[in-house]
C-alpha cells in the first residue's frame, strides 16, 4: 500500500479525518501485520508541506522496508502542524521546517527526547517557466506592477523570507501571503502572481511549471528541518523508526536529490 496522504490546515478537521478508523495509528491499525523490524500498524507523521514529494517517496520506501505497515501523511505549514499536536490531534511523529515551530512542541512537553536537524532548505524566487519578467534579484520583486505571493511570517518559509528581504533592503508588498509554501508556489503555477519566494527543493518539484532563480541573500535565511518522536505516539515502535529512518543515508540521498542540504 503506498504512503498515504491527509492535508489539513485546522486542527478540528485533523484531529477528526485521523481519529476514525481509516486514520487511526497504532500497531493494531486494520491491514498491520507484524514485520522482522517488529514495526507493524499505522504511523502517522505531520511534515511540513515543503516535505510533501521527499517524505512521499521516503514514505513509500519506509514501507518497502516494513512489510505490512503504512505510513500516513498530514502535510501543511509548520505552524499549523505545531498547533494541531498541541490540541491533541494523534500523531507519531513531527517534521518541521524551522526549529521555532519544533520548539513550540517540544516546550508543550510533547517531544520523545531531542529533535534533530535531518535536513536544511535554502530559498530562491518561482516564476513561471521562461522567466518571462526577466527576474534576476530581490529587487526585481519591487517594479511597478509586478505580484508577488509570500508565504505568511508564522510559517518557515515566510519567516525565511522576511529574514531575506531585511537583509537586502527590499521593501517588499506581496499581494497574498499564504499559509503554506506549496500555496505561495501554487500562485505562479497558476498564472496569479509573476513570482514567489519559496525553497529552491519546491522549484524542482515543479520544474515543468517554475524557474527558480538563486539571490545571495537567501544564503542567511536556510532553515533548519528537526524531527522528533512524539510522546503521544499511538505507534511508539514505529515513530521512532520512521525518525531513524529519515536521519539514515537512504532517507538523506532522497532528501538531498530534491535539493535540500545534509544537515
Given at each position: 500500500m503506498g504512503a498515504r496522504v491527509v492535508r489539513a490546515a485546522l486542527a478540528g478537521v485533523t484531529a477528526l479525518a485521523l481519529a476514525g478508523p481509516a486514520g487511526c495509528g497504532g500497531d493494531a491499525s486494520p491491514g498491520g501485520s507484524a514485520s522482522g523490524s517488529g514495526v507493524t500498524g499505522t504511523v502517522t507523521v505531520f511534515a511540513a508541506a515543503s516535505l510533501t514529494e521527499s517524505f512521499t517517496r521516503i514514505g513509500r520506501d519506509f514501507e518497502a522496508a516494513h512489510p505490512g505497515v503504512t505510513v500516513r501523511f498530514n502535510f501543511a505549514g509548520s505552524s499549523a502542524l505545531a498547533n494541531q499536536i498541541n490540541q491533541g490531534a494523534p500523531a507519531d511523529v513531527f517534521a518541521s521546517a524551522a526549529p521555532k515551530n519544533m520548539q513550540a512542541v517540544t516546550d508543550a512537553g510533547n517531544g520523545d527526547g531531542s529533535p534533530a536537524t535531518f535536513a536544511r532548505n535554502q530559498l530562491v524566487i518561482a516564476v513561471p517557466r521562461g522567466?518571462?519578467?526577466?527576474?534576476?534579484?530581490?529587487?526585481?520583486?519591487?517594479?511597478?506592477?509586478?505580484?508577488?505571493?509570500?508565504?505568511?511570517?508564522?510559517?518557515?518559509?515566510?519567516?525565511?523570507?522576511?529574514?531575506?528581504?531585511?537583509?537586502?533592503?527590499?521593501?517588499?508588498?506581496?499581494?497574498?501571503?499564504?499559509?503554506?509554501?506549496?500555496?505561495?508556489?501554487?500562485?505562479?503555477?497558476?498564472?496569479?502572481?509573476?513570482?514567489?519566494?519559496?525553497?529552491?527543493?519546491?522549484?524542482?518539484?515543479?520544474?515543468?511549471?517554475?524557474?527558480?532563480?538563486?539571490?545571495?541573500?537567501?544564503?542567511?535565511?536556510?532553515?533548519?528541518?528537526?524531527?522528533?518522536?512524539?510522546?503521544?505516539?499511538?505507534?511508539?515502535?514505529?515513530?521512532?523508526?520512521?525518525?531513524?529512518?529519515?536521519?539514515?543515508?537512504?532517507?538523506?540521498?532522497?532528501?538531498?536529490?530534491?535539493?535540500?542540504?545534509?544537515?
Open positions: 522567466n518571462p519578467k526577466r527576474i534576476a534579484a530581490l529587487a526585481d520583486l519591487t517594479r511597478p506592477g509586478l505580484k508577488v505571493a509570500l508565504c505568511a511570517e508564522q510559517v518557515p518559509c515566510g519567516a525565511a523570507a522576511t529574514r531575506a528581504l531585511s537583509a537586502a533592503r527590499v521593501p517588499l508588498r506581496p499581494v497574498t501571503l499564504e499559509q503554506d509554501v506549496k500555496g505561495a508556489l501554487s500562485k505562479v503555477k497558476l498564472g496569479e502572481v509573476d513570482a514567489a519566494l519559496v525553497y529552491r527543493t519546491d522549484t524542482r518539484a515543479a520544474a515543468a511549471d517554475v524557474d527558480g532563480v538563486e539571490f545571495p541573500e537567501s544564503a542567511g535565511a536556510v532553515n533548519d528541518y528537526p524531527i522528533v518522536a512524539l510522546k503521544n505516539a499511538p505507534n511508539r515502535a514505529g515513530a521512532r523508526a520512521f525518525v531513524a529512518y529519515v536521519r539514515s543515508d537512504r532517507g538523506t540521498a532522497v532528501l538531498t536529490g530534491a535539493g535540500f542540504q545534509a544537515p
